[in-house]
């Protein structure tokens, strides 16, 4: 950060330390940095909806994306619940389900697994969450927050807008 220490530290008990000088740790990060890139860029180029976008914009998702892990039987978002964040499978599968305007048991309205994405619809209408998805196993999904979701999502929208008139066959949007 090219800025003073931000604190002091004092060992209490004799202590062996390891250092990494500056541009050593700046190299190491780089290349952490640019492995993660490549590696999401190319897991993004074999998600349908993603495919047709330039590399450019590609790399401008992935830098933006953050992992987050899912145990199975956890709820990732609920029906009704406004939302914040856009999620690509990136390893497992989800189940979605939607209560019926009876009132009823929830019914599944769908299964997702790798390379699927959920959570665009409450984002593009800002409405709330129009199903509950739970991991059925373990699942890692990659994450966009609503205000990244606007910024680098935008020369999709259209599409995503248009992918949401096909989910009116199977999940209630109101």
Do not use: H
């Amino acid at each position: 950060y090219n800025a003073p220490r931000a604190a002091t530290v004092i060992a209490r008990t004799p202590t062996r330390l390891w250092a990494v000088d500056r541009i050593t740790f700046k190299l190491i990060l780089m290349d952490t940095t640019i492995k993660q890139r490549n590696l999401y860029d190319s897991f993004l180029e074999k998600v349908p909806i993603l495919a047709n976008l330039s590399k450019v914009e590609r790399l401008t998702i992935a830098d933006a994306l953050r992992r987050v892990k899912f145990a199975a039987g956890v709820e990732i978002i609920r029906e009704g619940e406004p939302g914040d964040n856009f999620y690509i499978i990136e390893e497992g599968e989800v189940v979605c389900t939607q209560t019926p305007p009876s009132g009823k048991a929830p019914e599944e309205v769908g299964r997702l697994k790798t390379g699927n994405y959920f959570g665009e619809i409450a984002l593009l209408t800002n409405k709330p969450r129009a199903a509950t998805v739970t991991a059925m196993k373990d699942t890692e999904c990659l994450t966009l927050s609503r205000v990244t979701f606007t910024r680098v999502m935008g020369p999709l929208t259209t599409i995503l807008k248009r992918n949401i008139a096909a989910y009116r066959s199977y999940v209630s949007l109101t």
